[in-house]
């Protein structure tokens, strides 16, 4: 009766259906207000609502996350982990780490060395999926990989030092039963320090690395070749000397099939860097086009299309034992939220045992 | 020049839809980002018209923008719980409406977390009931949204 009366004639709506009809009049502009408070399975509920609710809440749904800082405890098995948007802490026991190096994370997947097998391993916390690969004979190495463990397109890449002018490369996949390592040449004479590659970051088929000197080299995975690109990271203002214990952090990632650099040097506020990959050169980012950047010793990450709220900024760490948070960096005001002199300064941007981590789409928290 | 001196002078006028003149100062009436523009050309005999907004909501809306602590944040968040405590749907969707057509600060805010609260962890079927919505999907248009998402229909509040 009163769906009929409802659909038949608007004019009659304000007199007799008022009372029946209580949240169906409620203009977009309200309900996308509400619907952007919601969570993702909450909104994705109120989309089942009704026609109208389905469009709004579609409309204001966030479909990319900010992804989780986890912590490695000092002792024991009890990891942390923070979601920088919900303000949130989850504490999980996580045995299947014990005796374990964190090397790199991406995809929701980390890659981990067992230091007692002395093999590296993939481990989703998530799922807790444990993935074991062949051993490898390198000793000192950075290693990464292109994308999820579960993927087929996945590629493992350890690149090792060997002498200022040679290094192994070694790749392998999941479910390989050993390694393929070649070694390259340096076309370019380097220096020591600038040898060390540090970053690494896998972006449409190639691996880039990033030396303590700000040398950027990349592997082609398909071709199997290694070049050192002749394009120095500009210097910082201090005009600090780059070696294996300067003071100037930097960090690497790709958004949208750019490689991103994050300098950030003592007292000075970070800059953001884009490889113009035609231009060879770099140029310093003022905006992020609406995108944020996840700052990380082992891994960096970048996301497009998060809540407003955290969109143009850099996020960083923060770890101590009495906080366990993020610092972010605005580019829109070029300043530190919350300011920078909130924290003790040797918590900010200390890397050891923290690693940012995406939870999958459906994850709705750790019981 | 006289009329100018009497307390009253400085008030702005406004009328809701269903007749009532209230005078609030301007430092409320700012508040409302709707009607700021008007504020710096009236004086005391103009009286703003505010065609969707209802006495009762007008009076809840005064009492907030007085009411609300300067301070604290503790101290705002136990007084917006109070100011939301006792308001039923159908108050709550007035308002709502009211402060959204005012842009009053804060209150915007404040009605759609409230609102966004009460959806939170329901099943779908609590929450027509509860809004009074037409479910308008054909049985199998429902079924396909739910199936795409069938994750976030598990572990909701009891109806």
Redesign the interface.
């Known amino acids: 009766m009163?769906?009929n009366r409802?659909g038949a004639s608007t004019e009659v709506k304000n007199e007799n259906l008022e009372q029946?009809?209580?949240?169906?009049d409620?203009?977009s502009?309200?309900l996308e207000?509400?619907?952007s408070?919601?969570?993702?399975?909450?909104n994705?509920?109120?989309?089942?609502?009704?026609?109208r609710?389905?469009s709004v809440a579609t409309s204001v749904r966030v479909l990319s996350y900010a992804p989780w800082l986890m912590y490695r405890p000092l002792y024991g098995n009890q990891y942390e982990f923070y979601d920088p948007f919900h303000y949130k802490t989850y504490s999980i026991d996580l045995p299947e780490l014990s005796g374990s190096i964190i090397c790199y994370a991406k995809d929701g997947w980390l890659l981990l060395y067992g230091s007692e097998t002395r093999q590296l391993f993939f481990f989703n916390p998530f799922t807790r999926d444990m993935i074991k690969l062949p051993g490898c004979d390198e000793t000192t190495y950075l290693a990464a990989f292109s994308c999820a463990p579960t993927s087929s397109e996945c590629v493992l890449f350890i690149v090792s030092y060997v002498s200022p002018s040679a290094v192994n490369i070694s790749t392998c996949y999941p479910g390989a039963i050993e390694w393929t390592t070649v070694n390259y040449q340096n076309q370019l004479p380097l220096s020591m320090s600038s040898m060390i590659w540090n970053k690494v970051v896998f972006c449409n088929g190639l691996f880039y690395c990033l030396s303590f000197e700000g040398l950027l080299a990349m592997f082609d995975t398909d071709e199997r070749s290694w070049t050192v690109l002749s394009v120095p990271l500009p210097k910082c203002r201090n005009n600090c000397v780059r070696d294996l214990f300067n003071e100037e952090l930097m960090f690497m990632t790709e958004q949208e099939g750019n490689i991103i650099v994050i300098t950030q040097c003592s007292s000075e506020n970070p800059v953001v860097l884009k490889l113009d990959r035609t231009l060879m050169q770099w140029k310093v980012m003022r905006t992020l086009g609406g995108g944020t950047l996840f700052a990380g010793f082992m891994s960096s990450h970048s996301r497009i299309g998060l809540p407003r709220s955290m969109r143009n900024y850099v996020y960083f760490p923060v770890y101590g034992t009495e906080y366990k948070s993020t610092i972010s960096f605005s580019l829109d005001d070029c300043s530190f939220y919350p300011h920078k002199n909130w924290f003790p300064p040797e918590l900010i941007f200390c890397f050891n045992d923290i690693i940012w981590i995406e939870p999958p789409k459906?994850f709705?928290g750790f019981t | 020049m006289a009329e100018k001196a009497s307390p009253s002078s400085n008030s702005i006028s406004l009328k809701t839809v269903d007749g009532k003149i209230f005078k609030v100062s301007p430092a409320i009436a700012n508040q409302m980002l709707t009607i700021q523009p008007l504020i710096k050309d009236s004086d005391s005999s103009t009286i703003i018209s505010l065609p969707d907004v209802a006495a009762f909501h007008l009076t809840k809306i005064i009492e907030y923008l007085e009411g609300k602590p300067a301070a604290a944040p503790s101290a705002v968040d136990a007084f917006e719980a109070q100011f939301v405590k006792d308001l039923s749907p159908e108050e709550l969707k007035g308002l709502l409406i009211a402060v959204g057509y005012l842009k009053v600060n804060g209150l915007v805010d404040l009605m759609a977390n409230t609102v966004a609260k009460l959806i939170e962890n329901k099943s779908v079927e609590y929450v027509r009931k509860f809004f009074g919505v037409v479910n308008d999907f054909t049985p199998a248009e429902e079924a396909k949204c739910r199936q795409e998402h069938a994750w976030a229909f598990d572990g909701v509040d009891e109806d």
Do not use: G, Y
């Open positions: 009163t769906h409802r029946q009809t209580m949240f169906d409620l203009p502009e309200l207000l509400i619907f408070r919601l969570t993702l399975d909450n994705i509920r109120a989309s089942v609502v009704c026609k609710w389905h459906d709705s």
